[in-house]
């Protein structure tokens, strides 16, 4: 029965060449369509997943009214957000972070690093619970004077030693628009997979 049905199919196929072409192309065509668009659905909704808490961590944005441009949105906000927000909302925030990137230059000896460097509130732990390879990280995030290294980066700078554990106490440099000092390594950390908004080669205290 299935062999006539296929057979009646294949012959309703060549007996209508131009209106099966047709059918045929827009079927591929929505289908193409639908899965691209459901893989780019997929991607765009699966950005900071990995993280413990992902579904409990917000990013605050800034609303601006510019005037003859009208509204714009930036992921970025002034400092005192935060503390006025935890001071107003104390029952609704458990803890909160903030970032600030630097663009800065890495010296190490004679060699020389373009990097950007974020630096982090020591509730940084709490929130992204990132895997510590070696040292302490809330230490790391607590501390004038110490840096985090993410495990590639600890690599490139001092080379892929067997044990990560040995650059726990290297000291290297970090420049930021002219201001200059020195940085102990105090923590290695491995960066989860997936899709993140965070870039973070470098963590060091916001708070010095």
Known sequence: M???YFTTAINNLLSNKLY???NIVGLAFGLAATILIALYVLDETSYDKQWQNSGRIYRVNTLRNVTGDGFSTTASTAMPVLPALQR???????????FMSLPSAITLGTQRFEETVMRADSGFP?????????GNLTEA???????ALRADVALRYFGGGENIADVIGQVLSISSYG???DYQVAAVYR??????VLDLPMLTWLDE
């Open 88 to 98: 107003f909302f104390p029952q609704a925030i458990e803890t909160g972070t903030r």
């Open 179 to 181: 201001v200059s000092r």
């Open 126 to 134: 709490a929130m992204f619970d990132l895997e510590t390879l070696a």
């Open 2 to 4: 299935f062999k006539n």
């Open 141 to 147: 995030m607590s501390e004038p004077g110490k840096v």
């Open 191 to 196: 960066f989860p997979a997936g899709n993140t």
């Open 20 to 22: 099966s072409g047709i």
